[in-house]
């Protein structure tokens, strides 16, 4: 059974920075794409980025290149987890953030078979 976990979400400062996880288990990184989804108040969750099996980023949202990055560690094989650094945040960029796995990466929310619960970012002065 696939399982992720977000962690990692609060509240910052604009301009300052966090760190979310997503913890994988039932799955094999190697194997699987991780996406990243956010959905901001009274907005459809729009995606942002992925990361494949193979390690490549994909960056579906403009608005996040050269402000976040994300990597994955894959070291338990029981548990894998995917981090998404995120530097020089803005009020534009509170939202639910959301991981989920899918065969490759896709803007297509379909294509993704197991979401986390979603871990809050508010990024307010």
């Known amino acids: 059974q696939v399982q992720l976990v977000e962690s990692g979400g609060g509240l910052v400062r604009p301009g300052g920075s966090l760190r979310l996880s997503c913890a994988a288990s039932g799955i094999t990184l190697n194997y699987h794409a991780i996406g990243w989804f956010r959905q901001a108040p009274g907005k459809e969750r729009e995606e942002v980025l992925c990361i494949s099996g193979s390690g490549n980023t994909i960056y579906y949202k403009d608005s996040v290149k050269g402000r976040f990055t994300v990597s994955t560690i894959s070291g338990d094989s029981a548990k894998n987890t995917v981090h998404l650094q995120m530097n020089s945040l803005n009020p534009e960029d509170t939202a639910v953030y959301y991981c989920?796995?899918?065969?490759?990466?896709?803007?297509?929310?379909?294509?993704?078979?197991?979401w986390g619960q979603g871990t809050q970012v508010t990024v307010s002065s």
């Open positions: 989920a796995a899918a065969t490759y990466c896709s803007r297509n929310k379909n294509a993704y078979l197991s």
